[in-house]
């Protein structure tokens, strides 16, 4: 299941980033590796704080 799960959620981030860049935002490392981090870990644990 994680292995299919990751594929599409990569899929969906790929469009979404081609998307950004398409609007002329600049995608960088650095910020895939922010947004990916945010997404699995640092907001779950941001929402716990609450």
């Not at 292995?3 to 910020?31: P, R």
């Amino acid at each position: 299941k994680w292995e299919h799960s990751k594929k599409v959620i990569a899929d969906v981030l790929v469009n979404k980033y081609n998307d950004l860049m398409s609007e002329g935002y600049e995608i960088s490392v650095d910020k895939i590796e922010r947004d990916v981090n945010n997404l699995f870990g640092e907001n779950f644990w941001r929402f716990l704080e609450k």
